[in-house]
């Protein structure tokens, strides 16, 4: 596979992947299930910018304009990112013959980016340990970036049908 190709599978890939995490979200959202808040993403980022990593408490630091949308690019950025170390890792082979148990197991593994990073540079704690219900938020995360990792999966496969 050419090199233009296979960065257009990738972009692809994490796009893909990302949006059907997000359709688990919103299917999480209209049963009145509490789920991400992309505003908070987006203020962590546009912190970052301005030289703040860490936070005792996300919702607490003062709003940045435009951070839902930022938050929203960001999401899709570590999607993309997500998408090139899963390729980086399997190499170029498993998006012409993609593997279910592969891909399940990197989105249940991509888990530990939030886990220990992202949440604790947000207030959360290591594995949301600082939030109310710290077992619902470690469940309901495995489960988004399970679907993250089946969203890898089934945009191979869909990207093999078009090939």
Not at 21 to 41: C, E, Q, R, S, V
Request: aromatic content about 14%; some cysteine.
């Amino acid at each position: 596979m050419n090199i233009s190709k296979l960065l257009l599978y990738i972009l692809s890939l994490g796009i893909g992947a990302t949006l059907i995490m997000d359709i688990g979200l919103f299917i999480l959202k209209k049963l009145n299930i509490p789920t991400l808040n992309f505003a908070f993403l987006g203020r962590w980022v546009g912190s970052i910018f301005q030289g703040k990593i860490i936070h005792a408490s996300i919702a607490r630091t003062p709003e940045i304009q435009h951070e839902y949308v930022l938050g929203w690019i960001a999401h899709y950025s570590v999607g993309i990112l997500f998408g090139l170390g899963f390729i980086f890792i399997t190499g170029e082979a498993w998006l012409l013959q993609p593997q279910f148990y592969s891909a399940l197991l990197f989105g249940g593994i991509s888990v530990l980016i939030p886990f220990f990073i992202m949440q604790p540079a947000m207030g959360s704690g290591f594995a949301a340990s600082k939030t109310p219900q710290p077992w619902i938020n470690r469940i309901k995360s495995l489960i988004n970036h399970s679907l993250f990792g089946c969203g890898l999966f089934l945009t191979a496969k869909l990207l093999n049908l078009f090939n």
